[in-house]
Every structure is written in structure tokens, then in C-alpha cells.
T-cell receptor, first 114, second 116 residues
């Protein structure tokens, strides 16, 4: 069975600082990995995804993530945080042939200090 | 403009009443999903449907029911058997749900259900 671990529930950074949100996964087959962002009382929006190929993937709003198979990780980064990045971030995993079913982590709330 | 609509945005019900949440998509997606979101617990899959007139239970299906009579629509009924129905409910869809490729899901804006 697949699973996702997002350590910690809250990360706080200063505006302009590096954003690093950690995600580790467990999967018995090559995974497909996703990061979603959720603003208060809204649905989820896809930030980026890894399926196959290049392990460094770039997404919207300046975010990127690197798939590291040896570490079973897919950490999300952004070089310089902006106030508008404050939101909840979810990492999700899906297995090939799994009917596109996603397993989500518990989410991390990102706060950005002025 | 293509997308997923959920209505209403906020819903209030008395305990013991069944309530149906609407989900409509005009993306021509085959697969649709219902999730429940509670603070600190992420999203948990209630039901999903890969094709019209077919659906499968997710991880927390007890107390819920769905139908998929049309490709565009996947309503969720929260029954009185659901012990803790108060939550944020999210509907999603993906292009398809079969084969070796896993497609990303697109989400609606959600319905916040409060049962008192």
C-alpha cells in the first residue's frame, strides 16, 4: 500500500527566505507524485507533478520539487517566499495502474512573516 | 470555462437528516472522486467512479452513498448513519482512471457541511 509522510504540521518562514516542505512516500511500484496547494476554504490546486523522466520538476508560482528514489522523497522548494505563498500544502502519491487514486499526506501549513 | 462546480458552498443540517452534495464537471473527465477533509487529517477518499453507472468505495465509505448516472455528475449523499458528518467535502475529477498512467486530479471549491 502507498503512503505519504509530511513531517510537522506547520512551517513559518520570513518573506524572501527559502521555502522547504518535506514529503516522503512509500510505494511498492514506481510512484507518481504530486504537490497541491490549498488556500482557506477553497479546493486544491495542482502545483506540480512527477510522472517519469526528469527528476527535477518545475511548477507554478516558482515552486519546484525533486524526486529522489533512493531517499523516497519529493520535497517542495521555492527560493524566495512571498506573502501570497501562505497556504496549506499537500503531497500525494499514486501508483501506476492504480486508477489514478491518490493518497494524501496530512498537509503542512506555510506561514510567511513580513 | 471548464471546471468543477460544487454547491452549495455552505450547508447546514439537523442531525438525523440525509443531505446531498452536488458535484458537476464540464471537463469531459471519465473519473470522479469524493474526499472528506478534517483539520490535521489531510484528505480521505470516500467514493470514486471510473465510468458512468459504476463506483467503488474508498477508505471511509460508511454512512455515505453516491450515484453516477451521467458523466458530468457525481452527487454524494451524507446519510444519518454517518457518525461525524461535519466536515469539508471536496469533489475531484481526472481524465481517466485506468491503465498504467496516473492522471492528476482537478478539484472543485468544496462544500462545508455543518450538522447540529
Amino acid at each position: 500500500a502507498q503512503s505519504v509522510t509530511q513531517l510537522g504540521s506547520h512551517v513559518s518562514v520570513s518573506e524572501g527566505a527559502l521555502v522547504l516542505l518535506r514529503c516522503n512516500y512509500s510505494s511498492s511500484v514506481p510512484p507518481y507524485l504530486f504537490w497541491y496547494v490549498q488556500y482557506p476554504n477553497q479546493g486544491l490546486q495542482l502545483l506540480l507533478k512527477y510522472t517519469t523522466g526528469a527528476t527535477l520538476v518545475k511548477g507554478i508560482n516558482g515552486f519546484e520539487a525533486e524526486f529522489k528514489k533512493s531517499e523516497t522523497s519529493f520535497h517542495l522548494t521555492k527560493p524566495s517566499a512571498h506573502m501570497s505563498d501562505a497556504a496549506e500544502y499537500f503531497c500525494a502519491v499514486s501508483e501506476s495502474g492504480a486508477n489514478s487514486k491518490l493518497t494524501f499526506g496530512k498537509g503542512i501549513t506555510l506561514s510567511v512573516r513580513p | 470555462d471548464g471546471g468543477i462546480t460544487q454547491s452549495p458552498k455552505y450547508l447546514f443540517r439537523k442531525e438525523g437528516q440525509n443531505v446531498t452534495l452536488s458535484c458537476e464537471q464540464n471537463l469531459n473527465h471519465d473519473a470522479m472522486y469524493w474526499y472528506r477533509q478534517d483539520p490535521g487529517q489531510g484528505l480521505r477518499l470516500i467514493y470514486y467512479s471510473q465510468i458512468v453507472n459504476d463506483f467503488q468505495k474508498g477508505d471511509i465509505a460508511e454512512g455515505y452513498s453516491v450515484s453516477r448516472e451521467k458523466k458530468e455528475s457525481f452527487p454524494l449523499t451524507v446519510t444519518s448513519a454517518q457518525k461525524n458528518p461535519t466536515a469539508f467535502y471536496l469533489c475531484a475529477s481526472s481524465i481517466k482512471a485506468s491503465g498504467i498512467y496516473s492522471y492528476e486530479q482537478y478539484f472543485g471549491p468544496g462544500t462545508r457541511l455543518t450538522v447540529t
